[in-house]
């Protein structure tokens, strides 16, 4: 045989591992099995890491033990997969963010969203003051304190208990039952909430800030104390996955056109200052909280929750991160290919 035609061949061979691969563990045909092999796998392997520590200026959140751990994927069509802590109701803190943003898009309008806060990244810590002054649109966008903040004082609403109502129905919508607040943390929060009512007083200063500020900073502290459990968060995420329709309960939450905005503001500023390391990594939108949770989507596919309290110094959640940059890598449906670096 020539020596070319036997490089056709092998290329052919090649080419056909290929796509049988790609088949086997890509994006568009992940069995049952592998969605669980994937979760369960990365439990066990990052179960045991002891790095971080518990958010400790929201006092109560020291008290979360550490060695909780759950990681649960929900597809779009409606499917569970489950290791480790699914039950553990924890604070959503700042995973609310991305969802009281899509209540804007769906009341207000993307364009509202865009113009009101704003969509760019600060490249600061989430609770930056600094950003405020530096950026012309102040809020920067709605998934750090500021725009989160401005974002619940933007919605139309004739009293407090209407605005807290409009957020607490939609996030509860997002998880398909109805939420409950763990007061402990609304107290412990609101009763240390200096540096956020220096951000609502600097906002409102700047005419950013769309209603009282002591109201919009309540209804924030609020929302971010929403009790939810790993698997709560996994089915909020796959509503994000299936186009704004929560796959549990069939219930619209957000038009389907106004998805791709919102994972694109997760995508550069779900982990604020962590965001580039995160994208590089996972290259998956996604978004944290100081509770300990974790969302990230596979846009039309499925999304991935992880619940563990211990933080790094950004404020993200230690076997959280891995686990996800670890199903991402396994199941191949980073956005951009397949990660290979964790
Ligand atoms: N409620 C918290 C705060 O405003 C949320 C922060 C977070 O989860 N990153 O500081």
């Given at each position: 045989m020539?020596s070319?035609?036997?490089?056709k061949?092998?290329?052919?061979t090649?080419?056909?591992?290929?796509?049988l691969?790609?088949?086997?563990?890509?994006?568009?045909?992940?069995?049952?099995e592998?969605?669980?092999?994937a979760v369960?796998?990365?439990?066990e392997?990052?179960?045991d890491?002891?790095?971080g520590?518990?958010?400790?200026y929201?006092p109560?959140?020291?008290?979360t033990?550490?060695?909780?751990?759950?990681?649960?994927?929900?597809?779009?069509?409606?499917?569970l997969?489950?290791a480790?802590?699914?039950?553990?109701?924890?604070?959503?803190?700042?995973v609310?963010?991305p969802?009281?943003?899509?209540?804007i898009?769906?009341?207000?309008?993307p364009r509202e969203l865009r113009?009101?806060?704003?969509?760019?990244?600060?490249?600061?810590?989430?609770n930056?003051?600094?950003?405020?002054?530096?950026?012309?649109?102040r809020?920067?966008n709605?998934?750090?304190n500021?725009g989160?903040?401005a974002a619940?004082?933007?919605?139309?609403?004739?009293?407090?208990?209407?605005?807290?109502n409009l957020?607490?129905?939609n996030?509860s919508d997002?998880?398909?039952?109805?939420?409950?607040?763990?007061e402990?943390?609304?107290?412990?929060?609101y009763?240390?909430?200096?540096?956020?009512r220096?951000?609502a007083n600097?906002l409102?200063?700047?005419?950013?800030?769309?209603?009282?500020?002591e109201?919009?900073l309540?209804v924030?502290?609020r929302?971010?104390?929403i009790g939810?459990n790993?698997?709560?968060?996994?089915i909020m995420?796959?509503?994000?996955?299936?186009e704004?329709?929560?796959?549990?309960t069939s219930k619209?939450l957000?038009d389907r056109?106004?998805?791709p905005?919102?994972?694109?503001?997760?995508?550069?500023?779900g982990f604020?200052d962590?965001?580039?390391e995160?994208?590089?990594s996972?290259?998956?939108?996604?978004?944290?909280?100081?509770?300990?949770?974790?969302?990230?989507?596979?846009?039309?596919?499925?999304a991935?929750a992880?619940?563990s309290a211990?933080l790094?110094?950004a404020g993200?959640?230690?076997?959280?991160?891995?686990a996800i940059?670890?199903?991402?890598?396994?199941?191949g449906v980073g956005l951009y290919g397949?990660?290979?670096?964790?």
């Amino acid at each position: 045989m020539k020596s070319h035609s036997l490089h056709k061949l092998l290329g052919f061979t090649v080419s056909i591992v290929i796509s049988l691969t790609a088949v086997a563990v890509g994006a568009r045909d992940i069995t049952p099995e592998q969605y669980q092999a994937a979760v369960d796998e990365a439990f066990e392997k990052y179960k045991d890491v002891d790095e971080g520590n518990n958010a400790d200026y929201i006092p109560i959140l020291t008290k979360t033990p550490g060695d909780l751990f759950g990681v649960v994927i929900a597809t779009r069509d409606g499917k569970l997969y489950i290791a480790g802590e699914d039950k553990y109701e924890f604070s959503i803190q700042s995973v609310s963010k991305p969802f009281t943003a899509s209540l804007i898009m769906a009341r207000n309008g993307p364009r509202e969203l865009r113009e009101k806060i704003g969509v760019e990244p600060t490249g600061l810590p989430f609770n930056s003051r600094l950003a405020i002054e530096l950026y012309d649109s102040r809020s920067q966008n709605p998934l750090v304190n500021a725009g989160a903040i401005a974002a619940v004082s933007l919605l139309e609403a004739e009293s407090e208990e209407e605005r807290w109502n409009l957020v607490h129905r939609n996030i509860s919508d997002y998880a398909g039952r109805e939420l409950s607040v763990i007061e402990e943390v609304y107290k412990s929060e609101y009763e240390n909430v200096w540096g956020n009512r220096a951000i609502a007083n600097l906002l409102k200063n700047y005419g950013r800030l769309y209603s009282d500020p002591e109201e919009a900073l309540r209804v924030y502290t609020r929302q971010c104390s929403i009790g939810i459990n790993t698997r709560d968060l996994a089915i909020m995420g796959a509503t994000l996955a299936n186009e704004g329709v929560n796959p549990f309960t069939s219930k619209k939450l957000l038009d389907r056109e106004d998805v791709p905005e919102l994972l694109a503001i997760m995508a550069t500023a779900g982990f604020y200052d962590e965001s580039g390391e995160w994208m590089y990594s996972a290259g998956l939108p996604a978004k944290t909280g100081v509770g300990g949770g974790i969302v990230a989507v596979v846009p039309g596919k499925f999304a991935i929750a992880t619940f563990s309290a211990p933080l790094n110094e950004a404020g993200n959640s230690v076997r959280g991160m891995r686990a996800i940059r670890h199903i991402a890598g396994t199941l191949g449906v980073g956005l951009y290919g397949p990660n290979t670096e964790e």
